[in-house]
């Protein structure tokens, strides 16, 4: 790549770069070296990139961490997280004072082991698990690129920047990324990519050959190598990155640790301090000689003028969104606020209130198509999309045109066969704002998405992952495609609402609670089978809402509780008949989300639940439903994988059948009667 002269877009720090450098450098050493604990070695590896990128290209201001049309950088390698504490630090974000940079890795500090978004305002996005951060940074540029496409330049005009390390361009989800991305020509993303050569167990050619070059370009991305720690080049290269029509990466050849005399270029320098003696001649090395956490003014101010620099950039930014015509302002308004529109809580009821009056015998699925094509114009900041199955997990609406990399007006995203980085960067768009994203896949491949997903929960970000094919329901794909561990492995993620609907109403109700979450990424289990509607509304509240509720009470007391989510419910209703010729009382629970039931008070959980005993039933392994059954309950479900067959035959091999509920019932009936020691209840092995 031929490298045109630098032109940056402001000009160069009056200080000299190599003091502007080492103040990030030495902040990050002396907040690791009193920590005892971190990483110095990429810190003050790619301090030279950083203090460029920074000092001569970042548009941000510091007063305002959430400013829409600032500039993103993701510090994808996010052990190196001193770097970025140094630079919000320097540029005097107001949260993050020396004593927070002292108080690195301390227990309610704003400088925790990697950035947590949320936490500490200026950083943009979770880092930590590597290869997530370049992966939601590709969400991000996606957003911008998807807003200005509305809004056009006077209101979205911004790059996103990450750096990251070997390891992130060593894991898979990067590769998926990456390829998105060209596909996409999403040529706001620059890559500044620390090219030390050395990972955590030595050099990197101890398990890696790529030419990552030659492999950024064949997914349509522009790369070239530099020297990091020029900073001419450095400004250069990204001067020229900004003018390209390609995402960037520019390969920062640099030295770990640089500037230790005995730790440099190795892997010691990677994630333990240097020590007393090796940090005093790093000091000597570089020519540094202030104390600890010192700053020298002039290098302190030049960096505070930096943080403010954009200031005058956001003001004018706010007068012109004020200039806005009323006609355009609204959807702008809308698009950057959280809050769901009015016309949006119409559509969603009226559709509700069809599903209870016509009550169809339709999968979740599609159910969940009618939701997403009656809410989507009323809701123009829905993003949807699908991991390639789109016309299996049925996400797109009529109405919602295909994003493709000329076209940015689009609403629906082809995330190709790319679970993990559809779900990252879903993470990305959220965090970015101005949408609201949600993906589809088979819930079997929830795990492909996973470390994605828990990051979504960790951060408390809206994101809505349509997860069809919920169960042994799904049929002749067999065991390879249907989900038995999947539900009880995503409710074990804190933070993450996880929604098994049961007919149609169920579905809308679902949607309604995942989109108004704000703070929790929320999973919508629905159907490949047709499940009959048991649900009439005559405008009652959102049930769903509630986590669990009582679908059926008997008339007497009760003997029994049936408690199930999604297709079963309707084999819980039928099992209560079956129970009610023989006499007995069955309530009858639907519960689409138990986390939700968590929250309800103990008066209502403690109405929902009875004091007779409950049966469970659920087309997946058990996992954690015995809390909600207690000693005298019975759980009906998978104990092992499914297989192919037809989800007739499943249902009835695995025994998840009416008969087998009603069975359950009386057995544990039985077994409640009985004194508590020494009682002899006929079980089924089966069960
Ligand atoms: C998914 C994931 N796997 C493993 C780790 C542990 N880890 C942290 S840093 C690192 C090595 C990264 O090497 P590189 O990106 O080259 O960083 P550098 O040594 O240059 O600082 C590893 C394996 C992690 N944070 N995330």
Redesign the pocket.
Known sequence: MNIQSPSPIVSRPEVKHADMANAVRFLAIDAVEKAKSG?P??PM?MADVATVLFSRFLKFDAADPAWPDRDRFVLS????SMLLYALLYLTGYRDMTLDQLKAFRQWGSKTPGHPEYGHTPGVETTT????QGIATAVGMALAERLLNARFGDDFVDHHTYVIA????LM?GLSHEAISLAGHLRLNRLIVLF?D?Q???DGS?SLSCSDDQLARFRASGWSAWRIDGHDPETIAASIESARQNDRPSLIACRTI?GYGAPNRQGS?KA??APLGADEVAKTRLALNWPHQPFDVPARVAESWRRIGGRGRRARESWIERTKRLKAVSRSPFHDALNRRLPHDYAVAISRLRDRFGTERPTIATRQASQLVISAIAEALPNLLGGSADLTHSNLTQAQTQRSVRRDSFEGSYIHYGVREHAMAAAMNGVALHGGFIPYGGTFLSFADYSR?AIRLAALMGIRVIHVMTHDSIGLGEDGPTHQPVEHLASLRAIPNLLVFRPGDAVETAEAWDCALRAEANPSVLCLSRQALPTFREVAGEANLVARGAYVVVEPEGTRDVTLIATGSEVSLALEAAKLLAHDGVEAAVVSAPCFDLFRRQPQEYRAEVLGHAPRVGIEAAVEGDWSRWLGDDGEFVGMTGFGASASAEVLYREFRITPEAVALSAMRCMARSRMPARGCDVPHDENN
């Not at 390698?77 to 190196?80: D, F, L, P, Q, S």
């Not at 390390?165 to 992130?168: I, L, T, Y």
């Open positions: 990483h070695g990429m590896g390698a996010g052990h190196g930590g698990p590597l290869g390390g070997d390891g992130c894991e620390d030390n050395i990972s955590i990197t770990i892997e990677h994630g470390p």
